[in-house]
């Protein structure tokens, strides 16, 4: 089954503890995407990349990492946490789809890991 | 970055009827996709639409790609109870470049 999975899928941590949020695609993407969802902002990208070893920052990269050392793993890394990176989290898996002369990209979104920093 | 202002926030309606959403830009993207949410899970892609004027639809669900490239609009017709959720649009400002812009969201309630 075509999936991409997140673990934790819940976490409560303290301020300034070493995080990593994995996240895993089992579509043989090329690309995939880490986005933050807070109330009444949707969902803003943090990071994304397009192959192993190549990322690039999304809107909301400050006080978060990533690394793409093999094409089906794409970890989140907070280096030292804070209450206002308390937020849902989501990993996407994207496939691009020609149609009709254009392009577009299907992300193929993760369950979500709810992060809570005191 | 962008912004992407969608509206309504939310609505409450009752089943059966019609539902409306958009979304503008202050800049113009080349591709404008739809999302729904479950609660506790992720978006999935309901339309995707790359081409100004474009009508596509899906089941219930309608949507346009603005001519100005700047607007986007999601129907959806005589609503039922899993129509329940939030609704995001997203724009994709060039081609070859993977970075998507989200919208805030609509929350959809459907009073029986």
């Known amino acids: 089954e075509a999936q991409v999975t997140q673990n934790p899928r819940y976490l409560i941590t303290v301020t300034g503890k070493k995080l990593t949020v994995t996240c895993s695609q089992n579509?043989?993407?090329?690309?995939m995407s880490w986005y933050r969802q807070d109330p009444g902002l949707g969902l803003r990208q943090i990071y994304y990349s397009m192959n192993v070893e190549v990322t690039d920052k999304g809107d909301v990269p400050e006080g978060y990492k990533v690394s793409r050392k093999e094409k089906r793993n794409f970890p989140l890394i907070l280096e030292s946490p804070s209450p206002n990176q308390t937020s849902l989290y989501f990993c996407a898996s994207i496939k691009k789809r020609l149609a009709g002369g254009g392009s577009y990209n299907e992300q193929f979104f993760g369950p979500g890991t709810r992060l809570t920093v005191l | 970055g962008q912004q992407l202002n969608q509206s309504p926030q939310s609505m409450f309606i009752q089943e059966g009827e019609d539902v409306s959403m958009n979304c503008t830009s202050s800049s113009i993207f080349n591709t404008w996709l739809w999302y729904k949410q479950d609660p506790g899970e992720g978006p999935v892609l309901l339309i995707a639409?790359?081409?100004?004027?474009e009508l596509t639809s899906n089941g219930r669900l309608t949507a346009q790609f603005g001519i100005t490239r700047k607007d986007s609009f999601l129907n959806i017709s005589a609503s039922i109870p899993s129509d329940v959720g939030i609704y995001f649009c997203a724009g994709r400002p060039n081609f070859g470049n993977e970075k998507l812009t989200f919208g805030t969201g609509t929350r959809l309630t459907i009073i029986p």
């Open positions: 579509m043989n993407h090329e690309y």
């Open positions: 639409l790359y081409k100004a004027g």
